[in-house]
């Protein structure tokens, strides 16, 4: 059973700085995406960076620029970087495992960590 453990969130001030991390374990096979969702109250999660394990990244707009991804594809762990924060950062901020694996046909499968707070006050 794969599992995703976050840590690093807490409670920061606009234009401070923050580091998540995240430490995967169990099934984890060569190719992969591994990357940080967020979900602030009320609104739907959405991406805010990921990283292949051959490290290709992809950053949502809102934090291009002043977040980092960065991974250890021998200790299956990932980092977010984000600095100047903005009270719109403020979310819980999950980490995410997406894979494939063969059974009859190609399977997807798109593990989740249990999520850290992060607050950004203002």
């Known amino acids: 059973q794969v599992q995703l453990v976050e840590s690093g969130g807490g409670l920061v001030q606009a234009g401070g700085s923050l580091r998540l991390s995240c430490a995967a374990s169990?099934?984890?096979?060569?190719?992969?995406?591994m990357g940080w969702y967020r979900q602030a109250p009320g609104k739907q999660r959405e991406l805010v960076a990921a990283i292949t394990s051959g490290g290709n990244t992809n950053y949502a707009d809102s934090v291009k620029g002043r977040s980092t991804i960065s991974r250890d594809n021998a200790k299956n762990t990932v980092n977010l970087q984000m600095n100047s924060l903005v009270p719109e950062d403020t979310a819980v901020y999950y980490c995410?495992?997406?894979?494939?694996?063969?059974?009859?046909?190609?399977?997807?499968?798109?593990?989740w960590g249990q999520g850290t707070q992060v607050t950004v006050s203002s």
């Open positions: 995410n495992l997406q894979q494939w694996r063969w059974a009859a046909t190609k399977v997807h499968n798109d593990y």
């Open positions: 169990g099934g984890i096979f060569s190719i992969n995406v």
